[in-house]
T-cell receptor, first 114, second 113 residues
Framework: KQEVTQIPAALSVPEGENLVLNCSFT??????LQWFRQDPGKGLTSLLL???SQREQTSGRLNASLDKSSGRSTLYIAASQPGDSATYLC?????????????WGLGTSLAVNP | NAGVMQNPRHLVRRRGQEARLRCSPM?????VYWYRQLPEEGLKFMVY????????ESGMPKERFSAEFPKEGPSILRIQQVVRGDSAAYFC???????????FGPGTRLLVL
């Protein structure tokens, strides 16, 4: 059974720091992995999607890597800003037949302090 | 192109009432997914539908919950005889194909009194 774990559960950093959020999954048979952002009381915004054949994806100050064999992904945020404060969620789509559902971690709650 | 729309955004029900949550997918999307986020828990898959068909309902509670995605109109998640444990945020997502990113709506926050 696929399980997704995110470490740390919470993180507080001063503005300007580079930071790394971690995501691990127990079954390497995945179709893709996505990182999402969730603001309090709001919906989910997809940040980056990495297909199983890819090693990393970049969007602006965000870079996500994928090591499928070790079951790990990292989200790197460069030069953090207060506006980056949110919960960051990692989700994997298992590769199993017609499976299209996402399996989610509990998230990392990030606070970037001015 | 409007994103995924969900309504209502907030819904308050008393125990025993029915809750109907609506989701309009992005234009051109024919795949809809429902997820539930319980307080202090992660999101859990509930059901995956294509037009007029339920493809995977492995995450749906066995009783009181049902979902549909008719040929015309939004997808509906229906909860009968709600209980306090149904209080959660319910998110809908849509995609164009199995290769595509799932785009999420803003969610419906259900509170059962």
């Amino acid at each position: 059974k696929q399980e997704v774990t995110q470490i740390p559960a919470a993180l507080s950093v001063p503005e300007g720091e580079n930071l790394v959020l971690n995501c691990s999954f127990t079954d390497s048979a995945i179709y893709n992995l996505q990182w999402f952002r969730q603001d309090p009381g709001k919906g989910l915004t997809s940040l980056l999607l990495i297909q199983s054949s890819q090693r990393e994806q970049t969007s602006g100050r965000l870079n996500a890597s994928l090591d499928k064999s070790s079951g790990r992904s990292t989200l790197y945020i460069a030069a953090s800003q207060p506006g980056d404060s949110a919960t960051y969620l990692c989700a994997v789509r298992p590769r199993a037949g017609n499976n299209r559902k996402l399996i989610w971690g509990l998230g990392t709650s990030l606070a970037v302090n001015p | 192109n409007a994103g995924v729309m969900q309504n209502p955004r907030h819904l308050v029900r008393r125990r025993g009432q029915e809750a109907r949550l609506r989701c309009s997918p992005m234009k051109g999307h024919s795949h809809v997914y429902w997820y539930r986020q319980l307080p202090e828990e992660g999101l859990k898959f509930m059901v995956y539908l294509q037009k007029e068909n339920i493809i995977d309902e492995s995450g749906m509670p066995k009783e009181r919950f049902s979902a549909e995605f008719p040929k015309e109109g939004p997808s509906i998640l229906r909860i009968q005889q709600v209980v306090r444990g149904d209080s959660a945020a319910y998110f809908c997502a849509s995609s164009n194909s199995h290769q595509e990113t799932q785009y999420f709506g803003p969610g419906t926050r259900l509170l059962v009194l």
